[in-house]
């Protein structure tokens, strides 16, 4: 369809996923500015804040969700909420 309608780009958000390698698709690096004000209190709150969302998204998406739980005869519920809030600091 994207391509009846002359789409050359489509945001499909972070994330290396084999649908879109198969549609082609090219990875590019993506970089986060922090702003944060010069106090060192603040810093090591936000350092603190990204190696946990770091950690939580390696134990719970990477581990968790992708590898252990669909091989568990369970239902998977949708992503954390907590998990969705930090996925971009990770």
């Not at 290396?16 to 004000?37: A, D, N, Q, T």
């Not at 969700?65 to 809030?85: E, N, Q, V």
Request: hydrophobic content about 45%; aromatic content about 14%.
């Amino acid at each position: 369809m994207a391509i009846d309608e002359n789409i050359e780009y489509i945001d499909a958000m972070c994330g290396k996923y084999e649908y879109k390698m198969r549609l082609g698709g090219k990875l590019f690096p993506i970089r986060s500015i922090y702003v944060v004000p010069n106090k060192l209190s603040t810093r090591i709150r936000v350092s603190i804040f990204r190696a946990l969302a770091r950690l939580l998204n390696l134990l719970y998406c990477k581990i968790w969700f992708s590898r252990i739980a669909p091989k568990l005869p369970i239902r998977r519920k949708p992503f954390w909420k907590i998990w969705i809030r930090t996925c971009a600091f990770s």
